[in-house]
């Protein structure tokens, strides 16, 4: 698994963009998946992403909830929210998906996004955190 973890948002999304430009199918085969996890690390980093994921929710026409759309087969998504003003999207495209996404507290945004087969997901937010996680399993 290749994880981009802890790295300034324009470094993370530069490096995960990189990464899916440059794998080939040959190269695909070897790596069981590719993850890339932005989250941010100082409040005006937090304030960003979570506006970003705002700005993604009202395109979605989601205030507050989550919005989960699947493709494929034997996907399944998970998400427990408790609290106010909780966001949660999870995408999946592909097959035999697992994304669990729990919120408590409040004012959590989330995104996931799988694509390929067989990418799983936990993600556990607890109260004013923001993140987005892509992943692709071949």
Known sequence: MLTVASLPIKRALAAGTLALAFLCPAQATLASTLTLNIQPRTAQE???????????????DLRAGADVRQAGRNNVARVRQSGGQNRGIIRQRGANHE???????G????????????AHADVRQTGGQSGILLQFAP
């Open 46 to 60: 937090e304030r960003a992403l979570g506006a970003a994921i705002a700005v993604y929710s009202i395109r979605r």
């Open 107 to 118: 004012h959590n945004n989330q995104v996931i996004l799988q694509f390929g087969n067989g």
């Open 99 to 105: 994304a669990t996404l729990t919120q408590t507290g």
